[in-house]
């Protein structure tokens, strides 16, 4: 294996995002099981979604390649002190509600480059450059990522159903100040 390198953008950089390259990965990993692409896990859905996103000024992407070949990305936005997860959400608890946070939208490693490492490392870069108390993302309690998410010192806070034709996600948080 050669070296992974990894890369952090901002801004219109930051849109390589919406590329084909991106959208494939993402496909690929929301093929498997528990996700079996599911309505909400289309390219459609998927660039509409990341197309918003990318507007933000707040939007940040970690790419992980391998040569040229992109293995892993992961992307998220700041939510302010008054935001929390849309659609059905439990409600944020009492020490999140003031508090500036950072959510982790997308965390995709291929398949044939997973347990390396490659996950945590995107994270980790990710989160590296907010200045947000804490970090919060939506996993399926179905998939292995939720219990390695665990592992890493993430909690879970509550559920939501973040569509109408999505299913009941886990929040979970990490506290950045203890990072």
Request: charged share 25%.
């Amino acid at each position: 294996m050669t070296d992974i390198e990894y890369q952090y953008l901002t801004g219109e950089n930051a849109a390589e995002a919406l590329s084909d390259e991106y959208v494939q990965l993402y496909l690929e990993n929301y093929a498997e099981p528990p996700y079996l692409s599911g309505p909400l896990y289309s390219r459609e859905r998927f660039l509409e979604r990341t197309g918003r996103q990318v507007k933000s000024d707040s939007f940040a992407l970690v790419s992980a390649r391998d040569g040229s070949e992109l293995v892993g990305f992961s992307f998220g936005l700041a939510f302010g002190a008054d935001r929390w997860w849309g659609g059905d959400a439990a409600p944020a608890p009492a020490e999140l509600t003031d508090s500036p946070k950072f959510a982790v939208i997308e965390l995709d490693v291929r398949n044939d480059y997973r347990r390396r490492g490659i996950g945590r490392q995107l994270l980790e870069t990710l989160l590296a450059q907010q200045n947000a108390p804490y970090a919060t993302l939506l996993a399926n309690p179905d998939a292995p990522a939720h219990a390695m998410y665990q592992r890493w010192g993430w909690r879970l806070v509550g559920v939501v159903r973040s569509a109408p034709d999505a299913r009941a996600s886990d929040a979970l948080v990490l506290d950045l100040s203890k990072e």
